[in-house]
């Protein structure tokens, strides 16, 4: 029974939800790699970011605890109006992702939905995405290690610590880029950095 108690603990440390908003250590940015995300979901649910030529967008900009992180806070910001979603469609794929990632994460920035929005582009547009990825014309297979030394190569102010690169069924699926709320690269949280470790994770082509 002790190691049940235990394991609920520490389950409602790393996950929180309805938490404070606006209180929290630093954010996580998510990149997906949208070939991976469309052909083992996307494509399925018919999205039309599967009928665009998207590469690395962005998933969402996350508060994060240094273990853990908050998730569907209460709020009293005004919610993001379908114009301001459909204005992040661009870099995040959908306005539908858009709204979820407001609800879900958003909401426990502190900011209202424009700034937060406003903030998820500029740490988006502050990244340098490898464009050697872009470029494939058929799937490789490739380890892991290799998509976060690109990205390492292409942001000199990065640090290993400072990243992490997921995958998901045999893909790569998403590269996790740790941020201070100025959006400078700080180290992660050791509840963040699990780095994939497949050597032939397979990397689909932008469409």
């Not at 018919?46 to 009928?51: A, F, G, K, L, M």
């Not at 690109?150 to 893909?171: Q, V």
Request: charge should be neutral; aromatic fraction near 10%; glycine fraction near 6%.
């Amino acid at each position: 029974m002790r190691w049940f108690l235990l394991l609920l603990v520490s389950a409602t440390l790393a996950r929180a939800e309805g938490e404070t908003a606006g209180r929290f250590d630093y954010y996580v940015m998510s990149l997906s790699w949208s070939p991976s995300w469309c052909a083992l979901e996307g494509d399925a649910r018919r999205s039309p970011q599967c009928e665009e030529d998207h590469g690395w967008i962005l998933h969402g900009l996350w508060p994060q605890y240094h273990r853990g992180y908050p998730s569907y806070c209460p709020s009293s910001q005004r919610a993001p109006s379908r114009a301001m979603t459909a204005e992040m469609a661009d870099i995040m794929g959908t306005a539908g992702l858009a709204w979820h990632q407001w609800k879900k994460h958003g909401s426990c920035s502190g900011l209202s939905a424009e700034a937060y929005f406003a903030l998820s582009r500029r740490a988006y547009e502050a990244v340098t995405r490898p464009a050697a990825f872009r470029k494939l014309e058929s799937p490789v297979s490739l380890p892991a290690a290799l998509v976060e030394e690109a990205f390492l190569k292409a942001n000199p102010g990065l640090e290993p610590d400072m990243l992490t690169i997921t995958c998901k069924a045999g893909r790569i699926q998403e590269a996790r880029l740790c941020l201070s709320t100025s959006l400078e690269p700080v180290p992660c949280g050791q509840d963040v950095v699990k780095d994939c470790t497949l050597r032939d994770a397979l990397l689909d082509p932008v469409r």
